[in-house]
């Protein structure tokens, strides 16, 4: 017996113990989870670790640690990710509960991770196996993930093989002579970047300070919010020797952040970008009487309403290259050209074209003093992570060679940016601080070790590329070639061809390995145009020069053969296009669209579309309307321009009704990537006798797909969805689960202020849910997360209240469809009418250009409902609802009359809201009018409305004579909208 009872007390014992172990764990899970949601790497990894400890092989806890060293910002640091993402990825979870401490598997994006690492570490090999193992496990509908994946491995396939060929460089760090005479700018924690130096190499200019640092996942878009400005500074060349640098930045009148990037060839121009509340202008500023002038903007030419980051001027002063995302580009940022007139000006900008820009960015050009030889930095080409170095030659008629990256270890794995060469490129200038390289020089100065991921002094360099002793400039030409038609195999036929583009001669044909589709080429320095050419495709041209003195023993040139039935138009997919933020002018790549549907309508004259227009979630719900209606129409005009009649089009604007993507993250931060896919026009069939004709579906990634999770307002809150299921399945287990955690909750401090139940229960249909809490900040969502899923809730998820109104909808959605499906159609004597669209505030009627009869009705809900047609039984709605369908309303419902009509609004309180903005403005602003009010709306914006009246209809007559005094956008709403 008393062994027994022994027994029995160290069992009790034992158990107490394993649960206050676990609920250590659990506090300090949410404490790391706390500082890991608000990106505190550094306050989250010490907790992490320590937890660890207890649970050595939880994949969680595994990939936290290792994302936490990806983020600290010393590169060293950053190399210890890699045992703990290698146990990560042996537990996987396709259905990863972020936030919840019973989580012991890893996301999916483990694997892209782990490859991050690994190439970091020029393990090549193994981070193509990640990436490509993360690629396997991505949904097939992630195409945007796909894509993103593909271009990773052949970047990692490309460092493979620019490793393998490393340049021999000396290295002469400037710091002596420039920096080291200052402590001020010697200091460890400041770092110097964007070298600036004229043709003669007696001035030089740059920035120092300690936020001035470009890491290897710059994202140029991104500008820290307690970014403070480096200084600039100035030293010229005198017997010899720098001057000590000067502090100009007072002088140039820089109080945003400003950085030079070119001057011109004598020294005394200085042309810096500046960023104007988030727009990157170019200015100049002269070197006058030994001072610096205050900068001043370039004209409109050159600064746009979008970005611009760089410029180099030609040595003569003439010509200007520049970059900026303004519309009309191939995508990013790209490189333009503009000539100085007589006057002095600038004149109109020109796009270099696609054989420089590509879809991504290209940043920091820089002409050489021959004004034909450009280097430049791009995230496209034949490139190894990042951005790299590329340089191209002008060799006729404005044409460019294809760019060649420069090569090993100038470029890296990471961001390779403001490499500045002189002497027609045997040297250059180059920032080398915080870009993978540790700077080890032997006694001759040259570069004896390049350790990536190393963190070099925070120096600026001059790079001399040596030349091998008896090295002759014979290249080996190679590239992969792709079919856009993806046949697996290339045509037999298949020729390059490398012709001298000087004497016209072919100098060089190969023929390409069928089953790999490369190929393999021996040319010498020389200008040439190589011919790529089969059957079956258009014959694709590149240009290529190799200089006489050229430090690389290899160059790759892909190459993309067009089929000729595509090309010609026999077989064609209408795709929809995409506009910048609150913009309807076209982009290029919108006029190319625009163009193959205006050909492809010119001969197939039975062709009818519908142009349909939206907007992302941003801006005032009047000015999205006409946003949407004037990107629909903008496609329209570009297509009747070309002269396709106006009655084959029926034009839409949807406003911010009809979303394919989420406009925020479920934290509520703001979802870029997404908003760009809500910015579009989509383009519809109507009617065509032609079956060889489809439109092309856009694809939205999976995470950025709109769902309930995925829309949040700005004042949205949390809640933790509980249960979700048929009234009648509820069971007493699940009954029991309900009150104990109900008195769980009733004891924890964020429900010290609920009255009632911190439980709440709703239902619609014959569908019941239960949620707890409704929370502003997620973090705290998080932490009843994880008491809910110790009261037996394994399945509980954090949800959006706007997610939770989604669902409801959807269930009624549902229900009424099973209604309808369910109807005796014999005996249906009931009336229908069919819903079009529902709207926050009224559209045109003139939108249904194809409907007469369309009726607008203002629901109780705020909601501006348009239906069409009464239809008895529900047969009779439902072939009216396809006719709809066929005409381009994909969106139709029907609903029964009685049960809408009573949701209609006729009496009550109602005003006129005149505008929705979201900085107040002072009520004279409305001149013509008296009593106008300020509110403020649930979107946080300032409403200003006009009037109260006890119908719609009298509301009505009096925002016809408001129309009359300018008030275009005013519109009638209910006063309960603003309770």
Known sequence: MRFFLKYILIWILLLVSISATSQGFKKKFIDAEYHYMFEEFSEALPIYLEISNSQPDNANINYRIGICYLHLPDPKENEKALPYLQKAITNINPKYKEGSYLEKGAPKDAFFYLGNVYRNKLDFDNAIESYKKYRDILNSKEVFYIDYIDREIQCTQNAKELVKLPLQLKSQNLDDEINSQTNQINSH??????????????????????????????????????????????????????????????????????????????????????????????????????????????????????????????????????????????????IYRSDRDEKGDWGPAVNLGSTINTKYDEETPTILNDSKTMYFSSQGHYCMGGFDAFHTTLVANNTWSAPLNVGYPINTVGNDLFYIPKANGEYAFFPLNNNEREIDSNNEGEIATINERKTGTNNIYKIIVSIPEGHETEILLKGNIILQDQKNELPHDFIISVIDSIKGDTVNKCKPNYLLSNYLAQIKSGSFKIEYKCNGYLTHYKQLYIPNVYTRTEVNIDVEMIPLEVSKGEYYVIRSIFFDYAKYDLKKESETELQRLADLMQKNPSLYVEIVGHTDALGSVQLNQKLSESRSNAAINYLVSQGIDQSHFVSKGMGKTHFIAINKNPDGSDNPEGRQLNRRVEIKILTSTADNITVEEIKVPENLLYSRAGRLRPNDKYTILLIKQKEKSVSTDDVSRLINLTIKLKSNELFASVAGSPISEAKVNDIIMFTAGEFTNKSDAMKILNIVVDENFPDATIESMSGIGKIKHEIGNDYKQHENDNVDVSLDKTLYTIQISALTKPADLSVFKNLKGVKENLCQDGFYRYTYGKFEGINSAKQEKQHLIELGYTNTFIVKTDNFYSKVESVGEFTIQLESLAEPVNLSHFKNLKGVKELIGNDQKYKYIYGKYSSVDDARKELNKINKYGYENAFVVNMNKFN
Not at 275 to 291: C, L, P, T
């Open 189 to 334: 924690t400041n770092v110097e970047n964007c070298p600036v130096v004229s043709d003669d190499e007696t001035v030089f200019i740059f920035t120092a300070g300690n936020k001035n640092v470009f890491s290897s996942e710059i994202d140029l878009n991104i500008i820290n919010s307690d970014y403070k400005m480096d200084n600039i500074y100035f030293s010229k060349k005198a017997e010899g020797k720098w001057t000590e640098p000067k502090n100009i930045t007072r002088q140039l009148g820089a109080t945003s952040r400003v950085v030079p990037v070119t001057i011109s060839a004598d020294g005394t121009e200085l042309y810096l970008v500046r960023d104007d509340n988030d727009n990157g202008n170019i200015y100049v500023s002269h070197y006058k009487n030994d001072r610096w002038t205050k900068m001043e903007p370039l004209n409109k030419n050159i600064n746009s309403k979008n970005w611009e980051s760089h410029a180099t001027i030609t040595v003569d002063g003439k010509t200007l290259y520049f970059t900026s995302d303004r519309r009309g580009g191939y995508g990013g940022l790209d």
